[in-house]
């Protein structure tokens, strides 16, 4: 079964790699979304896959590291779309959350991106 949870943090970034003409080769700042998706086995006697008090701590944490930041200054986030923030969180969490599925990372309402890993 999946369960999700939704955390939100608001940056600052610029595209480094799009053409000077693209509105986001300029620094502008965004409201993100991001919903990690754990997938495991219903535990029998907790009725949890996960429990979301866990994952706020896990993820809490590391959302800090990304809140009121400038995301090029994070180390691994120096071009900073939406595609390569999925995949840092995810880099970032798999250690700890092995029943890890997915992160979708929101940078507008309309516009989202989705990692699933590696080999999926
Ligand atoms: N595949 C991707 N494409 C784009 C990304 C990305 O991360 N992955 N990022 C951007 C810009 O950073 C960003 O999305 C621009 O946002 P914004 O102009 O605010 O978004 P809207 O087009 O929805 O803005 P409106 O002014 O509300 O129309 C671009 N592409």
């Keep these: 079964m999946k369960i999700s949870q939704a955390f939100k943090f608001e940056a600052a970034h610029r595209l480094p790699n799009v053409p000077q003409t693209h509105r986001c080769h300029r620094m502008h700042g965004h409201s993100y979304r991001v919903e990690v998706v754990p997938n495991g086995?219903?535990?029998?006697?907790?009725?949890?896959v996960k429990d979301f008090f866990n994952m706020e701590e896990a993820f809490g944490l590391l959302i800090k590291k990304l809140d009121h930041h400038c995301l090029n200054e994070?180390?691994?986030l120096e071009n900073p779309t939406a595609e390569n923030i999925a995949i840092w969180i995810w880099d970032h969490a798999k250690p700890r959350l092995a029943q890890l599925w997915s992160v979708r990372v929101y940078e507008t309402t309309d516009s989202w991106a989705e990692y699933d890993g590696p080999d999926r």
Excluded: K
């Design 41 to 48: 086995a219903v535990d029998p006697h907790t009725g949890f």
């Design 74 to 76: 994070v180390p691994g």
